[in-house]
């Protein structure tokens, strides 16, 4: 069975710092991985995904993900980070051959001045 | 293109009573996903379909919840009876296609509260 650990419950960083939330899955098959944003009282909005291909992913509002398959790592990042970063932040993952998307418990990321 | 469109945004109840959520997913997405998203946690699958068929339906808990997708289409979770531990966000998502590749589009959200 798949699963995804996200180590870091909450970051907090200062605004135009960089950041790094790290995420880790669990699957015996290969798997697509997903990165998810959610805003208070919001649903889930995609930030960036992983198929195939390159192992760097570039997604929406400046963040990326790099896919590292020896480490069953994919870690989001970003170089600077602004106030309406502050959100909550899951990892997904989904084998290549199911539907079923599992997400870690999330990562609450504080932006302060 | 409209979203994955969830009623009502925010419901409270007294225990021991029903309450149903609603789901209209984005229009030509077959599959649909119910999921459970306590406080502080991420989303957990209730239940998914394919079209009408409910394929995944191993974490719903089938003594008090419900679900249908009666035409493929929109789709209701029905909760009876409701207990507190059910407080909680429910949300809906879709996706088109098959296989793994496809993005789940999620909706706002129903915020349920038992009291």
New interface residues.
């Given amino acids: 069975a798949q699963s995804?650990t996200?180590l870091d419950?909450q970051v907090p960083v200062f605004e135009e710092a960089p950041v790094e939330l790290r995420c880790n899955y669990s699957s015996s098959v290969s798997?697509?991985l997903?990165w998810?944003v959610q805003y208070p009282?919001?649903?889930?909005?995609?930030l960036l995904?992983y198929?195939s291909g390159s192992t760097l992913v570039k997604g929406i509002n400046g963040f990326e993900a790099e896919f590292n398959k020896s480490q069953t790592s994919f870690h989001l990042r970003k170089p600077s980070v602004h106030i309406s970063d502050t959100a909550e932040y899951?990892c997904?993952v989904?084998?290549?051959?199911?539907?079923?998307?599992?997400?870690?418990?999330?990562t609450r990321l504080l932006v302060s001045p | 293109e409209a979203g994955v469109v969830q009623s009502p945004r925010y419901k409270i109840i007294e225990k021991k009573q029903p309450v149903a959520f609603w789901c209209n997913p984005i229009s030509g997405h077959n599959t649909l996903y119910w999921y459970l998203q306590n406080l502080g946690q991420g989303p957990e699958l209730l239940i998914r379909y394919e079209n009408e068929e409910a394929v995944d339906d191993s974490q719903l808990p089938k003594d008090r919840f419900s679900a249908e997708r009666l035409k493929g289409v929109d789709s209701t979770l029905k909760i009876q009876p409701a207990e507190l531990g059910d407080s909680a966000v429910y949300l809906c998502a879709s996706s088109s296609g098959t296989g793994g590749r496809t993005e789940a589009f999620f909706g706002q959200g129903t915020r349920l509260t038992v009291v």
């Fill in positions: 995804v996200q419950s798997v697509y997903f998810y009282n919001q649903g889930l909005q995609l995904k198929l899951f997904a989904r084998d290549t051959g199911f539907q079923k998307l599992v997400f870690g418990t999330g």
